[in-house]
């Protein structure tokens, strides 16, 4: 075995690596807010129009009365300043103010940057669900509980996804 000599000020910095390695590197925005109803929500719709080509901008709810609930959603904001942060954040603050679909498209960028990162997944569980489409929300939030498995708030997202109201 070789026993690597280290500075003082080598060591704190793999001790900081290893601290951010450990701790959740998020805040979250919690948010409770009004999404369709899973049984009223056009779930393949999304997959139609990826397929087609057709533009997501062109998808408008069922109707303006349509049933809904209200939830608790725990979006992820990462720390940091890197690309991938930066666009996690942007489209929290996007999709906060209801700008789902920008969001969506800036979340699915990051995803090209990084794919192991479940802030990224987790939010667009979150944008998903509350455009409708829970079959693709439950695909995110499965991906960012299998890439962060002891995170109680993404796996909050993803259990409570059939939740009809808040408790």
Request: charge should be neutral; aromatic fraction near 8%; glycine fraction near 4%.
């Amino acid at each position: 075995m070789k026993i690597i000599k280290m500075d003082s000020l080598s060591r704190c910095a793999v001790v900081l690596a290893a601290w951010a390695v450990a701790c959740s590197c998020y805040s979250y925005e919690v948010r409770t807010v009004k999404r369709p109803l899973v049984d009223s929500a056009d779930q393949g719709l999304f997959s139609a129009l990826s397929a087609s080509g057709e533009s997501l901008y062109d998808w408008k709810p069922k109707s303006a009365d349509a049933e809904t609930a209200a939830v608790r959603k725990y979006y992820a904001v990462m720390s940091g300043s890197g690309p991938v942060a930066e666009m996690n954040n942007r489209a929290v603050m996007l999709a906060v103010g209801e700008q789902f679909y920008e969001a969506e498209i800036i979340l699915r960028q990051a995803l090209e940057e990084t794919e192991t990162e479940p802030a990224l997944y987790n939010n667009l569980g979150i944008v998903c669900e509350m455009t409708g489409n829970a079959k693709q929300a439950s695909v995110f939030y499965l991906r960012a509980c299998l890439l962060d498995d002891k995170n109680r708030r993404i796996r909050s997202n993803f259990l409570g996804l059939h939740e009809t109201s808040v408790k």
